[in-house]
C-alpha cells in the first residue's frame, strides 16, 4: 500500500504534470492517477481461440504487467471450472464470461466490481446493448467484448429459386418458408432447441423480458404474451415442415447444410465462420447471404452470443487486471493480435473494422455481410436482462423441448420452463415475483 | 513375549508366522492402496457428505450480497428425491437395464459356450475379434455410434431407408435401445472372456463323464457346463448392473445430437446437471449419495442371490 502522503504528492505532481503537458494528450497522465499501481501477474483465462497471441501483444506492448493466458474449456465445464476456482480461491485475475452467464456471477458473488477501475470515458466506446448487459444492480461488473447481433444467413439462389425476396417481417419469413419448401423442398430455417440463448434472442427482439430486476426482486417472463407470440409462429412453422428441428452444431445440422436441405440459418454474426466451415466444399460459394432479422415491427435488436471480460473477486490485483480488460475490449492491437479467428462484431464499435481487415473470407457471401452486421446491430436493447442462474433456464428448455417439431406444443412447453426456472431460483433463496 | 516357555514360544511362533509377520507384510503391500483410497474414495465420499447437508442461499436480487451457507439438514435429499427427472432418470436405468442385462450376458454365454465346444475353429481369432470393440475407449465408441446414427449422414440409416425402412435412432422411442446397442456392442466382448475363462477352468472329467453317459454337446452345455460357470455368470451380472446404473458416457454423447435425451437422462447425468449447469454443489453431492446407496443396495441383493444360488 501507498502511503497517504505519498499518494497525495503523487497526485499533485500528476495535476502539475497534466497542467503543464495537457497539450501532450491525455495518455501520459492516466496511469498515475489510478488508485493502485497496475503492475504485477494478471492470470487470464479464456475460451476463446487465439487468445494467447493477445496476451502476447499486451506483454510486447509495455512492461508493467505480465499476463499469463491459460486455455479453458468453453461452455459449462468452462463456467464450472471458473466458479469452483473462485470458491478456493485459486481463480484468474481475469475471466471470460457470456453475457447470459454474467448475472449469476454477480449474484453469487463471485466478481469485483470494475466501477474504481474504469473510466467513464472508456464506457462510452461501448455500444448501448453491451453495456446495458454488464451493469446490474448499479455496478460495472465487466467489458463487453463481442456484441454479435442475431441476424438471419439465407441461400440466396434457393430464395430465387422459389421466386421470394429476403423476407423482412416474419408474416413474410413464414409465407417464404412455403414457398421455399413447395420449390425447392429444402426448410428455411432449424430451430435450435440445444441453444437456450437461441429462443431467448427471438423472444428478446419480440419485446419479451424474460428477466427483469425489480425493487427487491426478480419478475420471470418466459411465457409471457410476445413469448407465446414467438412460440405459436415457429409451431405454426414446425407444423408446416418449413422448419426443421434439429440441434444446431450437430452432424445432422451440417449435413442438412452440405446438401442444401437447408435454405436458411438464424444466427449470429458470427455465423458467417460456421456456415463457411461447413460448407466450403460444397461448391456454395457466392450463394450465401447475410440479412437482418425478420421485423416485428419494434426497432429491437438482440444479440446471439457474445462475451465479456471479469474479474474474479479473489483477484489480488484487480487494477492491472482491469488494464488488461481494457486494453483486450479497446485497444485496436488487440483485435489485430487475435487475427482471423471469425467475423467478431465488437462492442466497441470502433473496433470492428480492424476485425472486418483481419477476416479473411467476407468474399465467400453473395452480399456485404458487414454493412448487414451495422443494420442489424442497429436498434434499441429494450432493458433486455439475463437471469440470475440462466443455467436453471437452459436445464429447463433441454429437459421441457424433447418433443419439439411438428404438432409439439411449444407455448405450453415454454409455460413449463417458466414454472421450473421460478422454481429453480426460488429454490436458491432469490426472491421471484 | 520373552517370559514364554520354549514350548509356547515355538508354537506362538508358528502362529505369528501365519497372522503376525504375515499381517505385516500384508500391511506393507496394501498400505499405497488404503492411503489411495482414503484419499481417493473416502475422503471425497465423506467430503460430499457434509457438502450434501448445507445450501448456498442467495437473497433478493442477489445483487451486491455474498450468498450465505446455511445448514439444512435432508432438505436437499427431499428435493433431489421429489424431482420428478431425477426419478425419471431411475426409471430410465431400470428399462435400460432390463434390455440390457439379458441381450448382453445371454449372448456372451451363447457366444463363449459355442467357442468352448470342441467344434470351435479359431478359439483364438474369435476371441480376439469379440474383444476388439472393447478395446474402444467408451467415449470414442459412442461417438461413432452417434455418426451411425446420424440421418442424413450415417450410412446405415442410408442403407436401411433404401430397403424401405425408414427409422430415427433419435427419436424419444429408440434412443433407448440405441444406447442399449452400443453398450452390447462394447461390452460383449469382455464378458465373452470372463466366461469362457471360466469354461475353459472346469474339470475335463465332469464333461467326459458326461458325454460317456451319452450327452449331446447340447445336453452338456445346458445341464454340465451351466450350473458350473453360475457363479462367473454372477461376477458378470454384479459388475454390469452396476455398470448401468452408473449410465452415463452413452447418454452424456448422444445428448448432442438427440433432443430425447436430456441434461438429466439418467441420476448421473442429473448429479452432473446439477453441479455444472446449475451449480448447484450441495444438492449434487445429495444426488451422488443416493446414486451409491442404491447401486450399494443392488450389489448387496445380486450378490446374495448369487451366493444363494451357489449353494443349492
Redesign the interface.
Known sequence: MRSPTRSAIGLATVAAVAATTAACGSNAAAPSVEPTAATGEVVFWSALSNMDRVAQAFNDSQDDIEVVFESIPSG??G??KL??AIGADNAPDVATIEYFAL??F????RLAPLDDYVSEETLSEFNEVSKSLVQ????TWALPYDAPPMMVWYRQDLLNAAGVEVPTTWEEFEAAGDAVLDETGSYLASFN??ESSWFAGLAWQNGSQWFA??E???KVGIGDAPSEEVSALWQRMLDAGTVK?V?SF???WT??MV?G?AAGVVGASWSANAIYSRVKDAGQEGKWIAAELPSWGEDIAPLYGGSTYAVPKTSENPAAAAKFIEFLTTDPLAIEARGDSGSAYLAASALTEVAQEAYTTSDFFANDIWAVFDDAADGTSNDWQWG??F??T??AM??V????GPDGALIEDFAAVQERTVD?LE?????VE | MTLMKPAARVRSRARHRDLGGGGRTAALFLAPFFALFLLTMIGPVIYSLGLSLF??????????????VVFVGIENFV?VLSSE?FLAGFARVAIYALLYLPTMIGGALVLSLLLDTAAALFKRAFQLLLFLPHAVPGVIAALIW??LY????SPLVRALESGGISVNFFS?ELVLPAMVNIAVWEWTGFNVIVIFTALQALPREVIEAARVDGAGPFRTALSIKLPLIAPAIGVALLFTSIGALQLFTEPAIL??????V???YVPNMWAY?A???????NQAAAASIIIAVVAGVVSYFITRINTKGGRA
Open positions: 459449462p465445464d463456467y464450472a466458479s469452483t448475472p449469476e454477480v449474484t453469487s458473488d446490474l444492480g448499479g455496478n432447441a440445444n430486476a425489480g427487491d426482486s426478480w428441428a440441434p450437430t452432424d445432422e449435413a442438412d446438401e436441405r440470475p442462474n443455467g436453471i437452459s436445464s433441454q429437459e423441448l424433447t418433443d419439439v429453480g429454490q436458491s433463496g432469490l426472491s | 445450501a448456498t442461499k442467495k437473497s433478493g436480487l442477489g445483487f451486491g450480497s455474498s450468498p450465505e428435493a427427472s452417434v455418426y446420424t440421418p442424413g449422414v424419444a445428448a448432442t445430437a438427440s433432443r430425447a436430456t441434461p438429466t446437471d453441479a455444472f449447469n446449475r451449480l448447484d454443489l
